[in-house]
Nanobody
């Protein structure tokens, strides 16, 4: 079935940058759309960014547009989220996900069927 493993989270200050990675193992996900979601304590899981199978098409939540960049390296079976100008409201557990039913991007959590375990990002003010 394959699995996803996120890494790169941590504690940073307002204005800092982080790069999250999502490594796939057990199978290749190179033909499928992938995405990042995040969940803050006591809140729902929300869409952050998504990318199509080739990396040529991306889509972002308004709250991160211009600050975050999603990308993928299919040769490494890995997806990334570059996060710049971080704010305290970006604090959350970040999850990566893959949609094995489609090659395209989507902002809907229910389109994604394989999820990582999450990585914590904490931004202090």
């Amino acid at each position: 079935q394959g699995q996803l493993v996120e890494s790169g989270g941590g504690l940073v200050q307002t204005g800092d940058s982080l790069r999250l990675s999502c490594a796939a193992s057990g199978r290749t996900f190179n033909s499928y759309g992938m995405a990042w979601f995040r969940q803050a304590p006591g809140k729902e899981r929300n869409f952050v960014a998504s990318i199509d199978w080739s990396g040529s098409s991306t889509y972002y939540a308004d709250s991160v547009k211009g600050r975050f960049t999603i990308s993928r390296d299919n040769a490494k079976n890995t997806m990334y989220l570059q996060m710049n100008s971080l704010k305290p409201q970006d604090t959350a557990v970040y999850y990566c996900a893959v949609n094995v039913g489609s090659s395209y991007y989507s902002s809907r959590a229910y389109d994604y069927d394989t999820w990582g375990q999450g990585t914590q990002v904490t931004v202090s003010s």
